[in-house]
């Protein structure tokens, strides 16, 4: 009974523990993750991430005239289309070179980041995919 019981005790001091490392921390975009778009290695993952966020924020009323692209982590024209569309559509700010970058990556983790929260990157699964400057 005894042994039983040390280890419900360990196994539950585990699982605060781990509970705690995870809650606890703070979730930051990657300022490391690497570009996206022609001529580089585009991971799934990443794509994904570009298309779902540039289709939530055209679903939010944002790039007006901009075609919903397809979510399956595929890197083609129409993904590349909607990449240069939405850069066109910030007036100037971002070149419209068709490659998510840094600053692309800002202004889609900000416009289509369901999980954004105002002041910060928020809990989103996109962060550690999309290149950012923050």
């Not at 129409?78 to 998510?100: C, E, N």
């Amino acid at each position: 009974m005894p042994r039983t019981l040390a280890r419900r005790t360990a196994l539950v001091a585990a699982a605060t523990a781990l509970a705690a490392t995870v809650m606890g921390g703070t979730a930051n975009a990657s300022t490391s993750a690497p570009y996206i778009g022609n001529g580089y290695t585009n991971n799934t993952h990443a794509v994904w991430c570009v298309q779902r966020m540039i289709n939530y924020a055209i679903d939010r009323g944002r790039y007006w005239g901009v075609a919903k692209v397809a979510e399956d982590g595929a890197w083609g024209p129409k993904t590349r289309q909607a990449v240069v569309d939405v850069q066109k559509g910030t007036g100037g700010s971002l070149k419209a070179d068709g490659i998510v970058g840094p600053q692309t990556g800002d202004m889609l983790m900000f416009e289509g980041d369901p999980y954004y929260s105002g002041g910060g990157a928020g809990n989103g699964y996109c962060h550690t995919y999309l290149p950012t400057t923050y």
